[in-house]
């Protein structure tokens, strides 16, 4: 049956279906029988949904129009197929990879007979605009393996029979006039939405992400349902561009990359300030919350990441080392090492919750082709913790860290966030009930502090569910910081106790925290989401002193050090240069003040303050100066 509520179905699918319900497969436009103006598709319990697609799964289904946000997936998805066909409209020799739906748009892989270059895309464009026109109407069908295989050998695409090759039962396609592909969907019904468009780049990439295979080309793209809404797509990504962390960390000389440790980035002073700003505040928190900070080794043995789990799941991701006939690995994650402290004594219930916080160094193996500045590395410091608690007090312990998250985004200015609660994943140890419990555990937590929040199955870790923290940096883009993530598992595994007030041992919950995630990614988010333009407390320096000939430089140099014994970061200028040159340098190198010293300030002991972009403000006596910048480097600066 369907039971309508404002933008939501229910939908009961049964065996056998009846009068009541549907059987499964029953298609999602025919089980909504009066299909509302509008309505697109759906998110059902499991993923979204096409009006073609069968449905197989009971549950809620939320429907899903033009404007709605979850929509764009199907939007994004149906136009790198979009791509594809105009693209063999034009290079009919073409060979068809995989075009998925991303963040912020789609791509296509191909294999072009002949290279193409970006000059070219323009041509592909108006292609797609000339098909998009037409309104074909996007036709879903399934179809068997072996049709499948005879359809894509005769129209000569080897990586869809690839493809083919791992199914092993009724797959579908998607049809639109004479172009078909395999694909899961969803899609849209028509190609007539999709009016405004833009393909945005040109890159390389190995067939199914592997070096082994051949190179193809990919094209990305994006497209909405409105002129409005791509150009002001557009200028965030021109936006974007600019703050890029990378271009930035250079510019401003905070970090560098080199061949000899690849993926591993080099700190250099000014951006060994700011890592250690951040590092610092975050540890003075934390103490106030009752954590203590620990350090675990970087190379533990083999056995122990086998008994962990780790061994099973990541071990392609993780280096490896063999000393004195014993197999080592460097840690990939910080937890195993918490386990072995937590199992050097006798715990109580009284001790408990114990909080453990952890800078811990992680590598982890990155393929060459996907690292990506800051973002992406193989050297990783984590922000980690961990928590031993008591069953009876995990609903509490959760509840305190999605207060100390929210209270640290909101220090760096980041306090708009999306929350989602990630359920059991296919691959996974531990027992359902396990699972049970903890996911329940998690779900009270969110509901006692009140969020809103989304359940997204299928997407926790292998050991627990977890809480997932999306942060809204100042270009509207969503970034994955923090995570809280239950274990009932690791205490099962390694035989973890405590005595109860009942003098019995009993199992204590662990659980996994990181607010930042990885401090290096964190700082390049951090980078775009400023424009490198930090707050005082965060400027790596927060002064510079421009004494406007050598005359003044000694009176600066007093100045100078009075500022430092403050706790100021700043510096001379003392070049052979013009006033008006030293103070385009240090807006270029985004200092936040700038303190102008000439013959009057030095005969009236005081300074004339600018703050960046803001031209000259006033004019202090060097003591309500550093009055003025260790009040402001104390304060929240948003």
Known sequence: MTKHTLDVVEIVIAENGGADNYSPGTILKDALQDVPDGILGAAGPDRLYGLQDPLYVSGEYRLLNINSPRLMEIFWHSTAHLLAQAVLRLYPDTKLGIGPAIKDGFYYDFLFSETISADDLHKIEEEMKALAALNQTIDRSPISVDNAKDLFHRSGQPFKLELIEGFDEEISTYTQTNFTDICRGPHLPSTGLIRHLKLTALTGAYWRGDERNPMLQRIYGTAYPTAKLLRTHLQRIEEAKKRDHRLLGRKLGLFSFHPEAPGAPFWSDKGTILFNTIKQYVSRLLRKRGYSEV??????????????????????????????ERDFAVKPMNCPGAVLMYKERQWSYKDLPLRWAEFGIVHRYEKSGTMHGLFRVRHITQDDAHIFCTPEQLVDVVVAMIDLVTEIFDHFGMSDMTIELSLRPKDRIGSEDMWDKAEDALTLALNEKGV???????????????????????????????????????????????????????????????????????????IEHYAGDFPLWLSPEQAVLLPISVDQNEFADSVKGKLISAGIRCMVDDRNEKIGRKIRDAEQMKIPYMLVIGAREVESGEVSVRRRLKGDQEVLSVENLVTKLVTEAASVDK
Not at 300 to 315: C, F, I, P, V
Not at 458 to 478: C, M, N, Q, T, W
Not at 495 to 506: F, K, P, R, S
Request: a negative charge; one cysteine or more; hydrophobic letters at 35%.
């Open 295 to 324: 350090m675990t080794p970087l190379i533990m043995t083999r056995n122990l990441w086998e008994r962990s789990g780790h061994w099973d799941h990541y071990k392609n991701n993780m280096y490896h080392i063999s000393l004195d």
């Open 452 to 526: 809103d929040y989304e359940v997204t199955k299928g997407e926790g870790a292998f050991y627990g569910p977890k809480i997932d923290f999306h942060v809204i940096d100042s270009l509207g883009r969503s970034w994955q910081c923090s995570t809280i993530q239950l274990d009932f598992n690791f205490p099962e595994r390694f035989d973890l106790e405590y005595i109860g007030a009942d003098n019995q041992a009993h199992r204590p919950v662990m659980l996994h925290r990181a607010i930042l995630g990885s401090m290096e990614r964190f700082i390049g988010i951090l």
